[in-house]
């Protein structure tokens, strides 16, 4: 990797102000960003370590929302009673991703900024816009099995790779973020950004700013939610699709829904769509099924991946099916 | 004789494994060691216009760059070089010349102090290319296939008997269709890694090989250093595949790196760099036609294959290579073409031509199971072939009919309807599939060295190696049993080319070809001990007939009164000797068409004396008239899986396999080597696959996240049964190698199970779950 200087932060302020240059990056529990490292995909010139920060809890707040620490590892926010209980889908989502190993490591902070894997940002061999803006995007012609469907553009066909970040997403999730400025609360949904101008950049995060928590708000029939994954093997695999879904049903019908999709998307991709045709909707599969009709309509497909629009659907039914079979 | 073999003993190099006190190549640390890193070319064809290293040599830590321009000149390895070794492209001598044949390919080498220096100057090689127009297509390129004369394997590429072509015009049922298979990489754990050391005009190597024997040739010839001065050790092995058995460019370079810059090198490939510059399988389309009668019985079996090499060798995967042997059938029809491309050289991965050949043989057998409402079982059963009937030789054994059957009560087979999508539980469809397993067994040319020393230990040398498979381990208990001592009391080793030249760990022949080797060296040194004692006045087995005496528990007495005899200790000690010992050679090969095979078989030794001819039992296996004999180990695969019919996930629940691989060395090793190979071809048929980019042949799944290979979540519950009669005609061991079949026809098996499932019929591996929907 390019030679960098590695300095430790003990508090927010200090990792702030040491981290101002885009040539500087935090570190947390480095699943991503030493591999991007060793293969010259980043190449900071300084490393933040933010191990040390007070960001490591999980409580619930006065108006019922859940705060999550950026630093919370993975698998410690998996397996927390607060998560298991009120928001199952995202504690299975979270033990669907990557390895036990990695879960360990992984932070919630960097989770959130993990970068795609294309295969083509990841050798920079090829032209890869994301890597070199105006290069072109080799994955457009090229192998794109495992690429997004939608909120794809010309410049970028990357996928999102979080499994975090769907029920997340679908919870409408609030990013805490402190800067030199102080501190912004960003709606998820405007935190991530499709490859249009800067397919550099999958967020709004600037330079110099830090994730502090995540905060979940509070939403009662998230209790009964599932996140369900499709992947060519049964573990340590990034989803081909992914739903995340919670259903609020009295009587039969659908009194509230949220939705989002992982494995399909540039960004964690709520469809404001499906939830739609959802709301006060019968409970049944012909709903379900007009619900994931409404998701994909806008999916674009490329030479390999057209079979994710068909799968995405059924993944999104099959969710559904499940969310709205509990008792 | 004692009685270890067999016996599931835990792996003797076990606790040094999981205590890391096994060190593998890359682990040895030289004194003044420094660190190489290859640069690889980023475009597929051309050549280097011009190759700046100033900033590289400028770059903290950096000592050189080599590229072609300043490294040594090699000498052309000869085709047939004797020892199983084989330079794997040998029209691409690694950094002689500016061409480049493939994306990917070495065109230097940095070498630095740490590690870290040497990678980071790897980026600051600039080069400019002429690029040519690369072709890497199979499919596109199909009109450029030709017919190869040969296969480096050993194996033909064309066979037939009778006429396939006209039986098939009048067969009553028929199936054809064809099969393909893409390209894979080997991915062993341990990457292809080298330490070369220069002392004078002698080098020495820690290389991760399959063949230190080979490896120490092939470096004599390619460097044009004398053989006496090449070592080559590879103590412990991360698995190879095939991957190691020819030599890639890193383990030259090494040596010439350190010549270079006159300090020893340590080189380790990426990941991504074994992907373009280790070898791979190559991908198949193969046309597989069937004719049968009502009955199922086969008149006509055609097998047409298309597989791909590079520019710079031919290789050829000879996918149709059980093809004549497996059914009986009067009229067969085997070829394979080949399409050259500008793709890294194809090499032998597990079960070279078996893998992917049975997958489809398998899966068009079942096409006309279904075809004639034959069960499965049966099918093969009709067809059973008594004899190899393209040779007309006899099975050295054969207990086929058993595999079937036993697999098939495992598997509980009688519960299965044979209508296609008609079992389920719960929402999952179920299905049965089944197939035939079948590889050669492999012996070739062995020596081996024991030594028994007179505190009652025992040592065991030969240059042959474990590649991860149990080698040490079934061969101290070959070397218990011959010299009649307990485990503990004996020590193997191996992995360096110092010791008796032994097989090469390809084509699955060590136990077959080494075992019988140790097991001369071990008798030969027992019946020196005999012929001193029995010489001896102070013995009590003085003036007895050598052939009378027989040896047990660390002594040597008359078999008809075992009381009369003395321990190997007493005698040594009495007689002044530290140490007995002897060496052996035995030249057996069950392999017709090539001697010198480097996949599949040595050439035989003629450097070392021959101590163990002496012995009666040692002489009786050399001189077993074995040409009436065809061998090959067989099997039987049955799997369930369950498949997600909405979402195309197929899930392997159970998958049995029953093997007849002659005598079983050892059951815990054995069951580990075959469910080794279950889990390769599980992967084969579900999920492996090495995707090029379409535009310009660069691999693009080429690190363990992108490339699948099955995780522990995919498991079965695995049963592995052995029929476990020995084979007497190969060795008086009675064991044949194990290290391929267990991957031959469980590809099959999942994909005909999947057919069962679902009534859909994938022919073009994997079957991922798009493939489903």
Known sequence: MEPFKLVRAQNNAAAIAAATSKETKFIAGGTNIIDLMKLYIETPKQLVDITSLNLKQVETQQDGSVKIGALVKNSDLAYHPIITKN??????????????????????????????????????????????????????????????????????????????????????????????????NIPFDEFYIIPEKIPQYETILKPGELITAVILPHLPFAAKSHYLKVRDRASYEFALTSAAVALDISNGKINASRIALGGVATKPWRSAAAEKVLNGAAANAQTYRAAAEAAMAGAKPHKYNAFKIELAKRTIVRALEAVGGMV | MSDTVGKPIDRVDGRLKVTGGAKYSAEFDIKNMLYGVAVTSNVTKGRIKNINTSIAEKSPGVVGVMTYKN????????????????????????????????????????????????????????????????????????????????????????????????????????????????????????????IALWQGETVMFYDSTQSVAGTKSLMSSMLGVPKEKVRVISYF??????????????????????????????????????????????????????GADQSGKLSAIKHDNTVESSFVDEFVETAGVATSMIYSSPNVDVSHKLVRLNKVTPCPMRAPGEAPGMYALEVAMDELAYQSKIDPVQLRLVNYAEEEEQKHKKFSSKYLRDCYQKGADLIGWSKRNQQPASMKEGKYLVGYGMATATYPANRSASSAKAVLFADGHAEIMCATQDIGTGTYTIMTQTAADAL??????????????????????????????????????????????????????????????????????????????????????????????????????????????????????????????????????????????????????FGAHFVKVLVDPDLGTVRVDKAVAVMDIGTVMNEKTAKNQIMGGMIFGIGMALMEETNYDPNRGRPVTKDLANYLVPVNADMPDFQVEFINKADNIISPIGARGIGEIGITGITAAVNNAIYHATGKRIRELPVTPDKLL
């Open chain 2, 71 to 194: 490294s040594m000149q090699l000498h052309s390895p000869s085709s047939s070089d004797p020892g199983g070794g084989k330079f794997a492209e040998k029209d691409l001598m690694p950094l002689q010349n500016d061409r480049i044949f493939y994306d990917g390919q070495i065109i230097a080498v940095v070498m630095a102090e740490t590690f870290e220096q040497a990678e980071h100057a790897a980026t600051l090689v600039k080069v400019d290319y002429q690029t040519e127009d690369p072709i890497f297509d199979l499919e596109k390129n199909i009109e450029k296939a030709y017919k190869p004369a040969s296969a480096s394997t050993g194996s033909e590429t064309q066979v037939s008997r009778g006429n396939a072509d006209d039986a098939l015009k009048t067969a009553s049922l028929k199936v054809e269709q064809t099969y393909t298979t893409p390209v894979y990489h080997h991915n062993a754990m341990e990457p292809h890694a080298t």
């Open chain 2, 484 to 633: 009649g001592l307990p485990i503990e009391k004996v020590i193997v080793k191996l992995g360096d080319s110092e010791f008796p030249k032994g097989a090469n760990s390809g084509g699955s022949q060590v136990t077959a070809s080494v075992g019988p080797a140790i097991r001369a060296a071990s008798l030969g040194a027992i019946s020196k001990l005999v012929t001193m004692a029995v010489a001896d006045p102070k013995s009590p087995l003085h003036g007895q007939k050598e052939v009378d005496v027989t040896s047990q528990n660390g002594r040597i007495f008359l078999a008809a009164k075992p009381d009369q005899g003395e321990s190997y200790t007493q005698i040594l000690s009495r007689n002044n000797l530290q140490k007995i010992e002897a060496q052996a050679i035995t030249k057996v090969s069950t392999r017709q068409q090539t001697e010198a095979n480097p996949a599949a078989g040595g050439t035989p030794e003629k450097e070392i004396e021959d101590e163990s001819k002496t012995n009666q039992a040692v002489q009786l296996d050399e001189k077993l008239d074995r040409k009436p004999f065809s061998f090959h180990s």
């Open chain 1, 87 to 184: 928001y199952p889908f995202l504690s299975e989502a979270l033990l669907s991703g990557a390895s036990a190993q990695l879960r360990n490591m992984a932070s919630v902070g960097g989770n959130l900024l993990q970068r795609p894997r294309c295969y083509y940002f990841y050798d920079t061999a090829f032209p890869c816009n994301k890597r070199e803006p105006g290069s072109g995007c080799s994955a457009l012609t090229g192998f794109n099995r495992n690429h997004a469907v939608l909120g794809t553009t010309e410049n970028c066909i990357a996928t999102h790779p979080s499994d975090m970040c769907v029920p997340m997403a679908a919870l409408g999730a609030t990013i805490q973020v402190e800067g030199a400025k102080g501190t912004r």
């Open chain 2, 237 to 290: 092995i991360g698995g190879g595949f095939g991957s190691k058995g020819f030599s890639w460019p890193n383990t030259v370079l090494t040596a010439m790196a350190a010549k270079l810059v006159n300090r020893p090198v340590k080189l380790v490939l990426s990941r991504q760099q074994m992907f373009t510059t280790a070898g791979r399988r190559s991908q198949t389309i193969q046309k597989v036609s069937l």
